[in-house]
């Protein structure tokens, strides 16, 4: 997690959590799954024929949630001054407000 969000990528797994979702089982059968696979194929073929026409596809994430995670990158980032310091409990304490708002 703390690599993650030192680097930018997803704290969360939900974009997979998500797809799984589509299968509304938890143990599919073979042809279950491979219906699925079509059908996502056939979605992302849809997407890149909407973006090759200069379509948005999907909607930006929203603003609240970017700055959000940068608020939480920048303190992630700040953690071995923190820690120079003496300040670990200050930085979770930083953290956690972040986290929560």
């Known amino acids: 997690m703390y690599e993650a969000t030192r680097s930018g990528q997803h704290r969360t797994n939900n974009i997979s959590e998500g797809w799984h979702n ?9 042809y279950s799954a ?12 849809a997407q890149l024929a909407e973006w090759s026409l ?6 930006a994430p929203k603003k609240k949630w970017l700055q959000n995670q940068l ?7 700040q953690y071995e001054e923190y820690k120079e310091r ?3 409990a200050q930085y979770l304490r930083a953290l956690s407000h972040t986290i929560n708002l």
């Open 22 to 30: 589509r299968f509304r089982k938890h143990h599919p059968d073979l």
């Open 34 to 45: 491979l219906r699925e696979l079509q059908k996502e194929q056939a979605d992302t073929e």
């Open 54 to 59: 200069g379509r948005r596809v999907r909607g």
């Open 71 to 77: 608020r939480v990158q920048t303190i992630v980032l």
């Open 86 to 88: 003496g300040e670990v």
